[in-house]
Structure formats: C-alpha cells, structure tokens
C-alpha cells in the first residue's frame, strides 16, 4: 500500500478576508466625530499630536481618521506647522441646523412638562435687544384656579421680573450699569429693587445659583424662577420660567422649582445647539 504523498511546504492558503464587524465601524465613526468636537473646542487649530493626546489615540490613528476627514471637507490643515482646524464642509451642516431649527416647536413640547411637574404656569421669552425688555413668546397655564396669565407679546420689566433679571444676569457690569442708566428701575411694589447696588447683589446671587427669582418684586403675590436658554455663543437667547401665586411658591418650593427650571434650561440648550 502506497504511503501518503507528503504535504508540500510553503505559505499557507491565504483565508477568505473577514467583513469588519459592525462594532469596528461604530469604534472609528465615534473616534471621527471625537476628533471633530475636540478640534471645535480648540476654537482655532491644533496640533496633532496634542489632538491623539486629547483623544486618547495612537498619533497614527489620529492621523489617518484626519487624512479621511480632510478628504471629505470636515477638516483642514492650517499654516506652516499644519495644525488642524474644521473645514467648510461642518460649517454647511451646522448651517443646515441652524436654518431648520425651530425655538417653538422645540420648546413647547418641554414647557407643558415642566408645567405637569411644577404644577404653576410656565413662561418662554426672549430678549428685546431694542429697548432691553422681556418678552413672552409663549405660555402654558397651568389648571389652578389662582394662576399667572400673561398675554403673548407682553413685555416684563428687566429689574422687576425673573425672566428679566435671568437676562440681566449674564450681563457684563459695564452693560447693566448702562442699562439702568438709560430706563432706570422703576418701582412696581415695595419689594422691587430700586437701589442699582441691591438689584446687582440679587443678579450676582442669580449667577451663582443658576437661576434668577421675582420675589413679589413685579406684583405683589406673584413669584417667578427663571433660567436661561443659551446659543451656540453662550449668548442668552431665551429665558423659561415658572410663575404662581406665592402662597403655593414657598419659601420651602424655591429650590424645588428652581431645580426643575435649571433642569428644563438646560435640556432646551442643548436640543437648541447652545452651549452650557
């Protein structure tokens, strides 16, 4: 019996290639868009072998998600050290966004939850660049009988409102003190701050807070907790507050409320594309 012909040696037969698993795909389009957010927060450009740092990656697999990006216009190389910087391609997607974005239609959905959660009216207003006042552009009641009400397009008087004060609040001093000068801070009840030195100790302690209170200082047994909503520049863009009698708005509510209102600003901010 003839014995067995002996394998030849050499390479072996090579394997059919293997399809990259789906993880290896979410792994390097996670890495991309990593990569971009970082170079956005660098304003500017940036190296990179500061930018695998940041990252977290090889300088080499940094590179080639870079080289990848570059081709498709999401970034570029700048100057004679090639830093890193975003291409015009981001800046056409970002403008798509903020073309389609819609402040009422995103915000109205949120401010009757916070309406069902506080159980008191909530407020959305905007700044009037114009003559520096408050103005509602939107309102959700809540159902008690004994509610604020306030008519759409009604303007709050910046020193003497929460949403008003939140405004002024991120504010530098230089703006405020120009602001009072010019409307002064009329007086709506005993409790509104008619000294500029009160009315910036109030607006430092809304800023260390995070939120900004109308304590009867508009109308007598009306309180209101405001907070902003912020652009893409860390601009106040609008304000969202929740308005009630101060029989139910206690003293013991304050942190209550507020906490819910900060919560709300901040989810509005970040669907609206703002920065917190």
Request: proline share 5%.
């Amino acid at each position: 019996m003839a014995s067995p012909a002996p394998a030849k040696r050499g390479k072996k037969p090579r394997s059919a290639p293997q399809a990259q698993q789906p993880t290896g795909q979410v792994q390097s389009l996670t890495r991309g868009l990593t990569l971009l957010a970082l170079i956005a927060e660098a304003q500017s450009s940036i190296a990179l072998t500061e930018l695998a740092q940041q990252a977290g990656l090889p300088n080499s697999t940094t590179h080639r998600l870079l080289m990848t990006m570059q081709q498709m216009g999401f970034v570029r190389q700048v100057g004679d050290l090639g830093l890193w910087t975003i291409g015009a391609r981001m800046f056409v997607i970002g403008s798509s966004f903020l073309q389609s974005r819609n402040l009422l239609a995103m915000v109205h959905p949120m401010l009757r939850k916070l309406m069902e959660d506080s159980g008191e009216t909530v407020n959305l207003a905007v700044l009037d660049y114009s003559d520096y006042q408050a103005v509602i552009i939107d309102q959700v009641q809540c159902h008690q009988l004994m509610r604020m009400s306030a008519p759409i397009g009604g303007k709050l008087p910046m020193h003497a409102s929460g949403a008003g004060k939140a405004f002024l609040a991120n504010l530098s001093e230089e703006r405020v003190s120009a602001l009072l000068h010019q409307r002064g801070l009329r007086h709506f009840t005993p409790r509104t701050l008619t000294a500029p030195q009160n009315l910036k100790a109030d607006l430092a302690q809304a800023r260390r807070s995070g939120f900004a209170l109308d304590d009867e200082e508009h109308a007598l047994g009306l309180r209101c907790i405001a907070a902003c909503i912020y652009d893409e520049y860390h601009e106040p863009y609008a304000a969202i507050s929740i308005s009630g009698p101060a029989s139910r708005i206690t003293d013991d509510r304050i942190t209550e409320l507020a906490a819910l209102v900060i919560k709300a600003a901040k989810e509005i901010t970040k669907q609206y594309g703002g920065a917190s």
